[in-house]
T-cell receptor, first 115, second 114 residues
Framework: GAGVSQSPRYKVAKRGQDVALRCDPI?????LFWYQQALGQGPEFLTY????????KSGLPSDRFFAERPEGSVSTLKIQRTQQEDSAVYLC?????????????FGEGSWLTVV | KQEVTQIPAALSVPEGENLVLNCSFT??????LQWFRQDPGKGLTSLLLIQSSQREQTSGRLNASLDKSSGRSTLYIAASQPGDSATYLC?????????????FGQGTRLTINP
């Protein structure tokens, strides 16, 4: 596709349930990012991949959060034993280089509500 | 730890006015600063990127300035239009550790009234 695609767009999970959020970056993009955006707040960094290598996972809030990009393209963010504070929009972004000056393209996000 | 603040949190102006959105950051050791636009229920669209060595960038009716030493950036929107209504976010990229990640402000929610 032409842009970053995320699925599902909306997810309602019961507390304690595991969820998996998928990101399809723009084809050929080397860098992939996950951000978490709470309601009324700016996005907060979760993790960064360069191809299949997870180079920075400093923003993952707990060991319940896990991200992977095994073949250097599609990425999955998994949240285990969801809690209410995990309710947020999860944004995926990609860029075509590894430099910090490259344009970054965001998907429309996966909206997670934990009840 | 880098912190980014945007003022005001919300702004409502009549169509046609020129306006300024403000962004400040606590650590001047940045690599670049970006302004993004976010429409309701949508992702972010990059508007302007200013490298740390630059003072300003322009795109159409938008002009962004950067004063790295004072930790400030402004986004100037000329001749505002209802289609400019959105949330505007600024974000900085660090020059040292964690260089790839962006640190965002909370955003300014802008409403342009016809």
């Amino acid at each position: 596709g032409a842009g970053v695609s995320q699925s599902p767009r909306y997810k309602v999970a019961k507390r304690g349930q595991d969820v998996a959020l998928r990101c399809d970056p723009i084809s050929g993009h080397v860098s992939l990012f996950w951000y978490q955006q709470a309601l009324g707040q700016g996005p907060e960094f979760l993790t960064y991949f360069q191809n299949e290598a997870q180079l920075d996972k400093s923003g993952l809030p707990s060991d319940r959060f896990f991200a992977e990009r095994p073949e250097g393209s599609v990425s999955t963010l998994k949240i285990q034993r969801t809690q209410q504070e995990d309710s947020a929009v999860y944004l995926c972004a990609s860029s075509d280089g590894t430099g910090r000056g490259n344009t970054i393209y965001f998907g429309e996000g996966s909206w997670l509500t934990v009840v | 730890k880098q912190e980014v603040t945007q003022i005001p949190a919300a702004l409502s102006v009549p169509e046609g006015e020129n306006l300024v959105l403000n962004c400040s950051f606590t650590d001047s050791a940045i690599y670049n600063l970006q302004w993004f636009r976010q429409d309701p229920g949508k992702g972010l669209t990059s508007l302007l990127l200013i490298q740390s060595s630059q003072r300003e960038q322009t795109s159409g009716r938008l002009n962004a300035s950067l004063d790295k030493s004072s930790g400030r950036s402004t986004l100037y929107i000329a001749a505002s239009q209802p289609g400019d209504s959105a949330t505007y976010l600024c974000a900085v990229s660090g020059s040292l550790q964690g260089a790839q990640k962006l640190v965002f402000g909370q955003g300014t929610r802008l409403t342009i009234n016809p």
